[in-house]
């Protein structure tokens, strides 16, 4: 069961507006990176360190890659900013 609650619908705006993988703006339907999303905003707390730290685990584990959490530090503090 996933539950979508403020935070997850903070994390979703900032994820897509981001599209790392450029899949929104290829085409990809609007629920691209729900999945992702839930488990960036199940997994992290509030501070901008640890939303980085989660966004790059979820990102390494859903598309392989393999990037440092420091380049998703600008999306955390994005995120971190309205929660």
Known sequence: M???NDKFTIVKKYIDK???YSLLKH???????LLE????SNSSDCSA???ALAVAAV????FGS???????YEIAKEIKSEL
Request: hydrophobic letters at 30%; glycine letters at 4%; a negative charge.
């Open 2 to 4: 996933i539950i979508l």
């Open 18 to 20: 981001h599209d790392y």
């Open 27 to 33: 085409g990809a339907p609007d629920d691209e990176y």
């Open 37 to 40: 999303a839930v488990k960036i």
């Open 49 to 51: 360190e640890q939303i």
């Open 59 to 62: 990102m390494q584990k859903y």
């Open 66 to 72: 393999n990037i440092s959490p420091e380049h998703y």
